[in-house]
C-alpha cells in the first residue's frame, strides 16, 4: 500500500487533506507555533480551516497538545480565521 507524501488528518474532524489545506500548530519546547505554510519542528497537529472556529471556541488544542496552549495562539487563530472570511 502505498501513502501519499502530503496528507495529514486533521484533529478535530479526522478528514485527511493535503498538507498545504491545514494549519500546523507546533509546540517546540515551551513555546508554540501556528504556521499556516505546514513547515516547523516539534510535537505538531493539524487543523482544517472548516473546523477552525470549534477548535478555538472549545480550545481543543490543550487537550491534542496535553498542555495549556496560551491565549496568544487562540487569539492569532481567530485572526486568521476572521481575515480569512473577509
Do not use: H, P, W
Not at 1 to 25: A, G, H, P, Q
Not at 45 to 50: D, H
Not at 71 to 84: G, P, R, S
Amino acid at each position: 500500500m502505498t501513502r501519499e507524501k502530503n496528507v495529514r488528518m486533521c484533529m478535530c474532524c479526522r478528514v485527511r487533506l493535503d498538507k498545504s489545506e491545514l494549519i500546523k500548530i507546533s509546540k517546540v519546547e515551551n513555546e508554540f507555533k501556528v504556521n499556516f505554510k505546514g513547515n516547523s519542528n516539534g510535537k505538531s497537529i493539524y487543523v482544517c480551516k472548516n473546523c477552525l472556529s470549534k477548535v478555538i471556541d472549545k480550545k481543543l488544542l490543550d487537550k491534542a497538545l496535553k498542555c495549556d496552549v496560551n491565549d496568544d495562539v487562540y487569539e492569532m487563530l481567530k485572526n486568521y480565521e476572521q481575515a480569512k472570511n473577509n
